[in-house]
């Protein structure tokens, strides 16, 4: 609209053209997240009917589905966020968790329906049965959810408004399944007849629930092997943390790719658009054939690269209408590239979170002088050289630059009567020029300044026929009786970061190697190369991969311990909080298992969803060890009470965990703008849950029985206080 707003303001034969748009890819990829959403909530929904089998029952978690997607909707308003993809992202995922609570409720009050309960009755009784474990899930998972707010550095801006999205998402669904799940299930739901009790699948699943209960009664006496499970999961973490390539952003189809050109030090601005004009006919034939359909060429390039630079960026084709992904796109141009003379043509792809066109790898080295730091950047450049993951690389300290030094000699200029500083301001007049007078004109002031003709001082021959006068005898003195000018190679800029003279490493990836994997490998070479007083630092995205893992890696221990206090303060016991925790390595497992399995990296999405599996994952421990002790209160004995609850719950841990991977499949199933951040979070929560569901249904029950037989529920203090205040009253 403003580009329209100014077309009639230009002058004539002149026009304005969008030669490069962002928000391409950010519309295409938010439509594909709508998409996901829809089938997402279409498969939780038929899920539940397939479960129940009853249309009224349905529609009561269907209900919580918009009304959580609403409340998350208010806190983006109330926080300022805006509909943008890691919004949207946490929408898709809430769907499978805000409707969890309220299949528990609904499936326990269908439950007291089937044994002939009228609607009120079972309403009251089955949110009563389920109350406590409701909110203790809703905080297991706002406890997971929190301390991703609090990610510092660019991480934490990226995921802050999707985690408080998914937070507000949850406490809402929580709110629903309490208060009107409930209430509906009482006006809508009707009395069951005993003898035809359920429809759906539930049906099926009664000698499922027997043959589960008659296989844990023989399981329990060989507790044990609890321990051998989660022993096993420690070690397959172990052993997918060795393997799985680590990186901080999975390799995203932007859309576009740009194009970074070096020329050699000192070409000039001439040289670079005719070497530009090679670059751009090289590809000529190329892009026709490889979905290109616009080409935006620069040069010099951006901001400081100089006059020995070019820019280009490459418009693909929409994501519907290629066959091939951006990455390989970028592995054909590498290959074209190769026989352009005097320039360096560098691909890349853009990143998700850092602006601008730098290069993946950037490895800093400090020290005190350049000399010292040149040698060192020279050791680890050989050796980096050697490896066939990093690509493109180079330093930004080259001695190659034409540069005319001046040796002044002192003695003599100060028997001719010129000093130093007279020679110093002659050369700024010729050279650089000074303002020496101002004029007005029309109300304005302009400065006059004074400078040598550029043309008449192209070389060293020419400076030296400057003339100086001597302040002695009043003589003009030639330059070349004063000063020795030659021309050397020096750097173009002497750099800096933090305060420290550096010279930084720059390079790209192969396409089976990760920025993790160059990392460490560069971090090495340097611990085995440099002395103890080199100083290792990064920049760019190097620098958030180190800054931000370390965070996540923090964040995801916090989280652990949260959601253990958490718990401990809900069941009033240290004990079954361990029971329920002990799930959270089948998660990890699991999901580390999918990554592997997919050939994914560890990147922050996944990392993110990793974190978000500990909530995620104990959900089902926490429906087991409360409802069991609930059946000790009521005076089961221990093992039968373990065996009831874990038969009892099995329907709504499959329902919960069905809806779950099912609201994550569309996300793994994703194409187009934006689908390798989905696929990422999809594979994990996918083979995350699915793979912990199976094993809980065995090992809680079993951790249960090892280390619960002696422990207390949070009831039987009540009944305790309840009966010593009924005897202190009588007496």
């Known amino acids: 609209q403003e580009i329209e707003a100014l077309r009639p303001f230009l002058p004539e034969g002149t026009d304005l053209r969008t030669s490069y748009d962002v928000s391409t890819f950010i519309k295409s990829a938010i439509s594909e997240v709508y998409t996901t959403l829809a089938i997402a909530a279409s498969l939780v929904i038929l899920v539940i009917w397939v479960f129940l089998g009853d249309l009224r029952a349905t529609l009561i978690p269907a209900l919580t589905v918009p009304i959580s997607l609403i409340a998350a909707c208010l806190a983006i308003l109330g926080f300022d966020f805006s509909i943008n993809l890691l919004t949207l992202l946490a929408m898709v995922l809430a769907i499978g968790l805000v409707v969890d609570d309220t299949i528990v409720v609904v499936e326990n009050i269908h439950h007291h329906l089937d044994q002939g309960k009228p609607p009120l009755l079972a309403a009251w009784d089955g949110i009563r049965e389920v ?46 399944a309490l208060t ?57 973490i172990w052993q997918a943390w060795q393997y799985i390539p680590r990186t901080l952003m999975p390799t995203e189809d932007r859309g576009s790719i740009f194009v970074l050109v070096r020329g050699q030090e000192g ?49 693909l084709k929409p994501w519907d209408q290629r066959e091939k992904h951006a990455s390989e796109l970028v592995g054909e141009m ?49 050796r980096a050289e050697e490896n066939p993951g990093l690509r493109d690389l180079d330093i930004d300290f080259k001695r190659n630059q034409p540069q005319i030094k001046a040796e002044f000699d002192r003695e003599r200029a100060a028997a001719l009567g010129v000093s130093a500083q007279a020679l110093g301001e002659t050369m700024e007049i010729m050279l650089a020029g000074e303002a020496v007078s101002q004029f007005m004109e029309r109300g304005r002031q302009y400065d006059v300044w004074i400078k040598g003709i550029e043309e008449q001082l192209t070389n060293p021959d020419d400076l030296a026929r400057l003339q100086i006068r001597s302040s002695t005898t ?6 070349a009786n004063l000063v020795t000018f030659r021309t050397v190679g020096e750097a173009a800029r002497l750099p ?31 611990a085995e190369l440099l002395p103890a007083e080199a100083v290792i630092d990064y920049q760019g995205e190097s620098l958030d991969y180190k800054t931000d893992s370390a965070s996540i890696e923090l964040v995801f221990l916090f989280a652990l311990i949260v959601v253990y206090l958490v718990l401990a303060a809900q069941f009033e016991s240290f004990i079954n909080p ?43 421990g926490i429906l087991i060890v409360e409802f069991a002790n609930q059946l000790r209160d009521r005076g089961l004995a221990f093992e039968e009470a373990i065996i009831q609850a874990s038969e009892r719950r099995l329907r709504p841990i499959l329902m919960t965990a069905l809806t779950t991977v099912l609201g994550s499949l569309p996300l793994i199933l994703a194409t187009g703008a934006g689908a390798e951040s989905r696929q990422s979070i ?21 951790t249960y029985n090892l280390m619960a037989r002696y422990t207390r529920s949070p009831q039987q203090i009540s009944q305790q206080l309840d009966e010593q205040k009924e005897s202190y009253e009588k007496d």
């Open 267 to 315: 070409a000039s601005a001439q040289a670079m658009q005719k070497s530009m004009l090679e670059v751009e006919q090289k590809l000529q034939p190329w892009l026709q054939k490889s979905g290109v359909e616009s080409t935006l060429l620069r040069s010099p390039g951006w901001g400081t690269q100089g006059d020995n630079s070019g820019f280009m960026i490459l418009g």
């Open 578 to 620: 361990l029971i329920v925790m002990l799930t959270v390595p089948l998660g990890l497992a699991g999901g580390l298992i999918g990554i592997l399995y997919t050939g994914d990296s560890l990147n922050i999405y996944s990392q993110l969803a990793l974190i978000m599996l500990i909530g995620l994952v104990s959900k089902n």
């Open 180 to 236: 009107l799940a409930p209430a509906l299930c009482s006006k809508l739901l009707r009395q069951h007849n005993t003898n035809n009790p359920q429809g759906g699948v539930s049906r099926l699943l009664h000698p499922v629930e027997r043959a589960y209960g008659w296989s844990l009664g023989h399981a329990l006496h060989h507790r044990w092997l609890a321990i051998l499970i989660i022993a096993a999961s420690f070690y397959g």
């Open 334 to 382: 590498r290959r074209l590239f190769g026989g352009i003379p005097d320039v360096n043509v560098i691909p890349i792809l853009r990143s998700a979170i850092r602006a601008g066109s730098r290069t993946p790898v950037e490895f800093v080295i400090g020290g005190a002088d350049y000399d010292q730091l040149e040698q060192w950047a020279a050791i680890i450049m050989e």
């Open 682 to 702: 999809g594979v994990v929560v996918f083979s995350g849950i699915a793979f912990a569901t199976v094993l809980t249904l065995l090992v809680t029950p079993l």
């Open 496 to 526: 800096h970061y933090n305060r420290t003279r550096t010279i930084t490493i720059s390079g790209g990836l192969s396409d089976d190697y990760t920025l993790g994997e160059a990392i460490d490998y560069l971090d090495k070479l340097a």
């Open 131 to 176: 109350g406590f474990a409701v909110v203790a899930t809703t905080l297991v998972l706002v406890a997971t959810f929190v301390p991703i707010v609090f990610l510092p550095g660019t991480v934490g801006q990226f995921f802050r408004e999707y985690a408080i999205t998914l937070t507000a998402a949850v406490i809402f669904s929580s709110v629903v």
């Open 474 to 479: 009043g003589e003009l003195i030639p330059l």
